[in-house]
C-alpha cells in the first residue's frame, strides 16, 4: 500500500547561530559558531564559561513583563503571562515558522492541523515559584505558575496561542524528545489522522536548566568559545549548552503541492530502538543506535549506500561520541559505502530536548539549499574515531539522502531519514 508522502514547508529559528533561515544557513555555510562567554550565576565564579547564547532577546528575569525581544515580534501580554522563557523564543520560532510555510491562521486553527512540542520545563520559573510559595503561603501562588514552569509548558501555551484543534501533546524522552515529536508527526500524516502538524521546541539558557549537567561531569570545562564544542575531537571534554526554540511545519505532499508550497525536504521514514543499558550513558558499542539506524532506513525503504549525509548526535562528550562513531561502522561498516558525517552541535551547542528539531531544521535547510554541513572545531581527530568521513568545511554539494540521529537518557534512539523532494 503506497503511503502518504511527508514533507516540511515551514521552518522557524531562534538559535545561538542565528534567529532566521538566513542566519542560520550563512552560520553552516561558514562554520560560524554561536558559542561566547557566559556568566550562569551573577557574581559566583563557575567551572562553565561559555554557552550557545541566544541573540536579540533577554528573558533574564523570572518576571515576564521585564523580557525584551525583537520588535519584529508582537506577543501579546495575555500569551506573553503563560511562558516560559524558552516558550518567548518558541512563540517566535513557530511565528516564523507559519509565515516561512505561507499559511495563515485559519490554515493552523482547525481539525486537520495539529502540534506536538518537547521541553524539559523551565527549572528557574519553577524554583522561583516554589520559593513564593513556601515564603508567601500556597495563596500567594502566581496563577501561572504551573503552565509557564513544567514540563508541558509549550504545548499548554502553543494550542491554546495558536488555536489548534486537531492534536495537542508533549514528548520528554531527554535529548530525544523532539525527534519523537518529529517522528510520531509524520506517522499521524502518512496514517491520515491529520494533514498537517507542527513540531517545535525549545530549552532555556540558564544557570537552573544547564548547570545540574556539570554534577554529571557532561559539560565542558574548556573557557574558549572557539573549541569548547568539538564533536569528535581527541581533546573532547564535555558538551556546551544551549537554549532558544525552533518550529518546523509538516504536511501532506498532495496538500503542499496544492497550495504551490515551497518544499524543503521530504521526511521519508523513520525508526527507534532502545540501549537497554543505563540510565545515562549510551551503550559503549552502539547498538541502541545502530538498530534506530537499520529500521529508519528500513522503514524509509533505502539501503546504507543510499545515504549521503548523517548528521550525527554526537554531543562532545567523550563516552557518546565514541558509542555513536562505532553505531555508524555498524551500520556502514569500513571498507563499504562511508556518508558523510558531522554534528552541527560543533556550531549551535547542545540544545538538549530541543536538539532534534534543531537539527532536523538545519538538515532540511541543508537538503534544500545543497549543502553538506562541515565538522567544525576538529583540530586532531579521536583515533576511534578515524572510520568516519568528517568533511572539515561546509561542502557546496546536495547532501543526498540525509539520516538523522538522536539519542536520550535512559537510552533512547531515534533516527529520521529525510531526502530531496522527488
Request: with cysteine; aromatic share 6%; proline share 5%.
Amino acid at each position: 500500500m503506497s503511503r502518504r508522502e511527508v514533507v516540511i514547508t515551514g521552518l522557524g529559528f531562534i538559535s545561538s547561530i542565528g534567529n532566521s533561515n538566513e542566519a542560520v544557513l550563512d552560520s553552516i555555510k561558514e562554520l560560524r559558531h554561536g558559542i561566547e562567554p557566559f556568566e550562569f550565576l551573577s557574581g559566583q565564579d563557575s567551572a562553565v564559561k561559555v554557552a550557545g547564547t541566544v541573540k536579540d532577546f533577554n528573558v533574564s528575569s523570572t518576571n515576564c513583563l521585564e523580557w525584551t525581544h525583537p520588535a519584529a515580534y508582537t506577543v501579546p501580554r495575555e500569551i506573553l503571562r503563560g511562558l516560559a522563557p524558552h516558550g518567548l523564543y518558541a512563540y517566535c520560532a513557530t511565528l516564523q515558522a507559519i509565515q516561512d510555510a505561507g499559511l495563515d491562521p485559519a490554515e493552523v486553527g482547525n481539525e486537520d492541523t495539529g502540534l506536538y512540542c518537547a521541553s524539559a520545563g523551565s527549572p528557574r520559573q519553577l524554583h522561583h515559584y516554589m520559593r513564593q510559595l513556601t515564603e508567601g503561603g500556597a495563596k500567594r501562588g502566581h496563577p501561572m505558575g504551573v503552565v509557564s514552569s513544567i514540563s508541558g509548558t509549550l504545548n499548554f501555551n502553543l494550542g491554546a496561542a495558536f488555536k489548534i484543534r486537531g492534536a495537542n501533546c508533549g514528548f520528554s524522552s531527554a535529548c530525544a524528545s523532539s525527534s519523537h515529536a518529529l517522528g510520531y508527526a509524520y506517522d499521524d500524516i502518512v496514517l491520515g489522522r491529520l494533514k498537517r502538524m507542527l513540531v517545535v521546541a525549545g530549552e532555556d539558557l540558564n544557570a537552573e536548566s544547564m548547570l545540574p549537567f556539570l554534577g554529571m561531569r557532561a559539560l565542558s570545562l574548556n573557557a574558549n568559545p572557539d573549541t569548547a564544542s568539538r564533536p569528535f575531537d581527541a581533546g573532547r571534554d564535555g558538551f556546551v549548552g544551549t537554549g532558544g526554540g525552533v518550529a518546523l511545519i509538516l504536511e501532506e505532499g498532495a496538500l503542499a503541492r496544492a497550495r504551490g508550497a515551497r518544499i524543503y525536504a521530504q521526511i521519508a521514514g523513520w525508526g527507534q530502538a532502545a540501549d537497554g543499558h543505563n540510565i545515562m550513558i549510551s551503550q559503549p558499542n552502539g547498538d541502541g543506535l545502530a538498530l534506530a539506524m537499520r529500521r529508519a532506513l528500513k522503514d524509509a525503504c533505502i539501503e546504507p549506500d543510499g545515504i549521503g549525509y548523517i548528521n550525527a548526535h554526537a554531543t562532545s562528550t567523550p563516552a557518546g561520541d565514541l558509542s555513536e562513531a562505532r553505531a555508524i561502522a555498524t551500520v556502514f561498516p569500513p571498507g563499504t559505502h562511508q556518508p558523510w558525517v558531522s554534528s552541527t552541535k560543533a556550531l549551535t551547542g547542545h540544545g538538549l530536548s530541543m536538539a532534534g528539531a534543531l537539527e532536523g531544521a538545519i538538515c532540511a535547510l541543508a537538503i534544500h539549499h545543497q549543502i553538506i554541513p562541515g565538522a567544525a572545531n576538529i583540530s586532531r581527530l579521536d583515533p576511534a574515531c578515524a572510520h568516519l568521513r568528517l568533511p572539515l568545511t561546509s561542502l557546496s554539494e546536495s547532501p543526498g539522502t540525509v539520516l538523522h540521529n538522536s539519542s536520550g537518557f535512559g537510552g533512547s534512539n531515534v533516527c529520521l531519514v529525510m531526502k530531496p523532494e522527488r
